[in-house]
Every structure is written in C-alpha cells, then in structure tokens.
C-alpha cells in the first residue's frame, strides 16, 4: 500500500518534485504593464497547489499603488493572501494604464472580482527589503528567483548594506542563498533589432544586474516569448466562470479580443520550475552586456554565468501547450479545438 501512495505522487505533478521539496521562488513583476504578468502569475500558483513551488514573496516592480491592492487581491483569489508583498517606491512606470484599475473596479451581479485587503497604508517594504529577509530564512542555494518586468528591486538587493535581517551585503546575500536567476529580458537572436523593453524601464538596474548578478542566469530574450502566443479561445472557454474571473477579465480589458498574447513572462516561469523538462534549449555560457542605449550582446565564454533560452520550431508546439495547461491547471485547453 505505502508503494503504492509513493507510486501515485511520484506520478502526479508535472515536475514529479515531492511536497518537501517545493521549490522556493521569489516572484518580481511588473503587474500592471503587460497582461503576461498575471497568467505568469497564475502558472506559478497552479505550481504551487500541485505541491512544485512554494512562492515565499513576490515583489512588485512597477511604482505604482493600484497594483499592491491587485495583487493582493489576485493571491487572495488564489487563497495565498498570507504571501508577504514588497513594492518598488520611487520606481518607474507610475502611470495605472488600464487593467488593473478596471479590474479592481469591476463588478459583476453587484459583486466585485478582486478582494484585496492590503494596499499600501499597510506598511508593504521596499521590494529588497523583503527580499533580503526571505533569503536570509532560506537554505544555502535553494532559491530561484523570477524576474519579469523592469529590474529595479534587484538592483536595490545587489546594492543593499547588512540590515537587521542578514549580516550579508547584498552581493553576498544572493551569492549564498539563490539557486538560479530567470529573467525576462533582452534580445539575443536576429530576428529583432531593438532595445527590449524590461531593459529600457530602469536601463541603470539592467546594467548593473547583468554585471553584478553572482548566481546563474538563465534569460528569456523578446523573441522567445513572441514566437509563443498564448490562445485567445484559451481564455474564452478554458476558465470556470470566466466573465468574473479576474485573469479573464483582465485579458478581455488589455485589450479587444479576440486577440492571442506574447507569452514572455510565461517562459520565464516555465523554464525556472521545469528546467530539465526540454521545453526550451539553452544557449552556450558566457556573458550578457546591456549596452547605453539598451541593446543586450552575448559573448561565449567558458564557465559562463549567463545563458538564454531558445525555443526550436520542433518545440513550439509542446511548450506553447504546456505552458496554456499550467495557466488553466488543466491538462486539455479548448484551442485544440475550438477555432
Ligand atoms: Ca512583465
């Protein structure tokens, strides 16, 4: 019988990683900007209920106060809203833009969609400040941190002096505690020319990241994401009670549907929680460099730090499905067949 339960579980979740060895993951997002942050968000909670992560924090790095009571609201929604959240002061991308404030306000029946009960009266820290205190409580080497918008708060950690949660500077505070970076951000094949976005917002964080960084880096480059679109009909018909489910509600208001989303941030979720699953290649080592004007290069060089990901035409097609499955928590999304 005890074989048997063993058998069952070992079966079960996708990553196959027992409940005792959740994967602790920092998130730092920039809810608010692209809509790909919020079904980012919602992978890593489907992770999380099947046991494979244990989201410790999540830091918010676009400045400005709407997006604490989202997301908040979004964990509560996910029952997490014990999940401590940090923010960015004096960050960039103030302005609201449209989900998040809609999506707040919105009701449905009378009833909102979102329920949050932390803004930012409650006293939220300084993404780096929770950040340094969530690795001071972890194990050597475990944590994997996800970075999907502009690197302000990672900055702030690098740079951050001993405080009353670690006798470590920041440097080493990460050298000691964090298994892996997975970030989105740059441009590392041809088929774009442009400086990407995450890097131009806080283009003086990026630079000191991809310099600074002590851990491994693994980044999803613009054109990863862009050469998976997440299904429209996914969203349609894959949620219960879609028309007040906030990440439905979100996606139909970022804008007009039908319409099939870049799955940046998404590919950065999917590659840290499932990194030997082969969704993805993997470049050679070597080293990043963001340049003045944004642009991000990579050398080769042996013993590397720095990686990016790559996505083969032979791999689209299971990893743009895996990674709809992760977001629906379920293991069939209608898109297959409903046109
Ligand atoms: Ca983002």
Redesign the pocket.
Same mark, same amino acid.
């Given at each position: 019988m005890f074989v048997w339960i063993l058998l069952f579980f070992s079966c079960g979740g996708s990553v196959n990683t027992p409940k005792n060895q959740a994967i602790p993951v920092i998130f730092d997002? &920039?809810v608010g #900007? !692209?809509i &790909? !942050?919020v079904l980012a968000l919602q992978m890593l909670f489907n992770y999380e209920k099947e046991g494979n992560v244990n989201i410790l924090g999540i830091t918010i790095s676009k400045s400005n106060p709407r997006v604490v009571e989202y997301v908040d609201g979004y964990c509560r929604f996910n029952e997490r809203g014990d999940i401590p959240l940090g923010y960015a002061y004096n960050g960039v991308n103030p302005e609201p833009y449209q989900y998040v404030p809609i999506t707040l306000d919105t009701l449905v029946n009378g009833e909102k969609v979102l329920f949050p009960q932390r803004s930012l009266a409650n006293n939220i820290p300084e993404g780096y400040v929770l950040q340094r205190q969530l690795l001071a409580g972890q194990p050597d080497h475990s944590v994997v941190m996800i970075v999907?918008?502009p690197q302000t708060n990672i900055r702030r950690l690098l740079e951050s002096e001993p405080d009353e949660h670690s006798d470590l500077n920041g440097m080493e505070l990460v050298s000691k505690k964090v298994r892996l970076l997975s970030v989105?951000g740059g441009l590392y094949n041809d088929d774009f020319d442009f400086p990407e976005w #995450?890097i131009l917002q806080d283009l003086a964080a990026s630079k000191v990241l991809f310099d600074k960084w002590p851990t491994d880096i693994v980044a999803s480059g613009f054109e990863v994401g862009s050469a998976l679109l997440y299904p429209h009909q996914s969203i349609l018909h894959d949620f219960t009670d879609d028309h007040k489910h906030p990440l439905c509600v979100s996606y139909k208001v970022y804008q007009p549907m039908p319409y099939d989303r870049q799955t940046w !941030?998404l590919t950065s979720v999917l590659y840290a929680i499932e990194p030997d699953a082969g969704y993805f290649d993997l470049s050679e080592r070597g080293k990043i460099t963001i340049d003045k004007k944004g642009y991000s290069h990579f050398e080769a060089v042996s013993g590397g730090r720095h990686r990016y990901l790559v996505i083969p035409e032979q791999k689209k097609k299971e990893t743009r499905k895996k990674i709809v499955n992760q977001v629906t928590g379920k293991d069939q999304s209608t898109y297959e067949t409903v046109k």
């Open positions: 997002t &920039d #900007n !692209d &790909d !942050d999907v918008g989105m #995450n !941030d």
